[in-house]
């Protein structure tokens, strides 16, 4: 069936507006996108080693709106899968040289556990981020890795998002942010590395939620490795004022289309209710 069929006028102008929002800077509107997310999983097992990979795969909806460049994805989900072999790969070298090392020493072996999971943390206005969660443990020595690999992809270009891409023309975000992870560390300074004071590059690692940008440092970098991943929430809300529109998706927005939405209904309705068939 041809879904786009299904789709009015109206629906189609705010369709349009929204692939347009890199040149309109004004733009406020929400939509998600239009994509299937398959979950992928491979686990296997052997005497010393374990692993459970679950990851996602990104494709097209047949008769969307709007499709995504198919090369895009493509890399996309072969960079996915690519990081999640290398980080399976990479222990499983780790765990046969401790192995055949303890072996020749009279030692005990490892049994090593090596797991991921993913979640999608923002995908509107053809946006996408999400997270690769990636963990080890051995036996009863605790983790051997803990980490996460972010992903932020401009879908009408491919491009990896930056940190300016995410606030308006002029801010001097890098101060801003540093200055705010700085002052949320000063309220439990117990919790990190004494005298510990940031300087946010523009390398920094994020990803995008719908209650503002997430921003996260790796284990032992700032605070003790029992700490995990440190995180802090830079809100959409508090923040509003240098936030590019195209990433602030709020109830407001979703909540002004649900409206449209509902007033075009009665529109298309009330002649049928109050008129005769012919």
């Known amino acids: ?34 994509l299937y997310i398959q979950y992928n999983e491979n686990f296997g097992r052997e005497e010393f080693f374990y692993y459970d990979l679950a990851y996602p795969v990104f494709y097209n909806v047949k008769n969307s709106y709007f499709k995504v460049d198919p090369t895009i994805l493509k890399n996309l989900n072969e960079t996915i899968y690519s990081n999640i072999e290398t980080f399976r790969n990479g222990l499983y070298e780790e765990m046969a040289q401790y192995n055949k090392t303890a072996a020749e020493n009279a030692l005990p072996k490892r049994v090593y556990q090596v797991s991921t999971s993913f979640d999608i943390t923002f995908s509107k206005n053809h946006i996408l981020s999400f997270i690769i969660n990636l963990d080890s443990i051995s036996d009863n ?9 972010h992903f932020n992809i401009d879908l009408l270009t491919g491009n990896t998002l930056t940190l300016k891409d995410l606030f308006n023309e002029g801010v001097d975000y890098l101060q801003l942010l540093s200055q705010f992870v700085n002052d949320e560390i000063a309220k439990t300074p117990n919790l990190f590395y004494e005298n510990t004071v940031v300087d946010i590059p523009e390398s920094q690692a994020f990803y995008i939620t719908d209650k503002g940008i997430v921003i996260f440092f790796g284990i032992d970098e700032i605070a003790k490795q029992s700490a995990g991943v440190p ?7 508090d923040f509003s004022e240098y936030i590019n529109p195209r990433f602030y998706c709020n109830p407001q927005n979703v909540l002004r289309r649900k409206k449209r939405r509902s007033q075009e209904k009665h529109w298309i309705e009330a002649p049928v209710n109050g008129g005769r068939n012919n």
Do not use: H
């Open 1 to 34: 069936r041809d879904w786009s069929s299904d789709v009015c006028s109206s629906d189609l102008i705010f369709m349009q507006r929204i692939t347009m929002n890199q040149i309109n800077p004004n733009f406020t509107g929400c939509i998600y996108n239009l």
């Open 141 to 149: 020595y605790g983790p051997l890795y803990e980490d996460v690999y």
């Open 231 to 237: 995180k802090f929430l830079v809100s959409f809300e």
